[in-house]
């Protein structure tokens, strides 16, 4: 399932984000607008952490995993500004911009909801 680009969005949200928005039918829950507005959210997010990941890498030096465990554990409380979905989406994406193994992330506690938009 891919959005529909019949206005004038170019913006391509990836497979991997629509299935956090997706039911078991692969319908999505929200509007396509709701959808590319969290993706936007969710990648910039992704990306800000890009430099954070790095220093804590090199200035702490551990492991790729322990800091992007940490980052998952922070993106997954309540204040955050995300679901757990798009944490876990946030993390995954962050792994692959930083060439970097993704591991396996907790289960949620809760039932994922979207979180208000900001």
């Not at 078991?24 to 992704?46: F, G, H, I």
């Not at 309540?78 to 992330?105: F, H, I, K, M, T």
């Amino acid at each position: 399932m891919s959005l529909s680009m019949e206005d004038e969005n170019q913006i391509w949200v990836p497979p991997s984000f629509i299935a956090v928005f997706s039911d078991t039918r692969q319908r999505l829950r929200e509007p396509s607008e709701v959808v590319r507005q969290r993706y936007e959210l969710c990648e910039d997010l992704a990306t800000q952490l890009v430099e954070h990941a790095q220093l804590l890498y090199h200035a702490q030096a551990p492991s790729e995993s322990g800091i992007l465990l940490s980052l998952h554990a922070g993106l997954r409380s309540p204040d955050a500004g995300v679901s757990a979905g798009e944490a876990d989406w946030v993390v995954s994406r962050l792994a692959e911009l930083l060439n970097w193994a993704c591991p396996a992330l907790p289960p949620a506690t809760e039932p994922d909801t979207p979180a208000a938009p900001p």
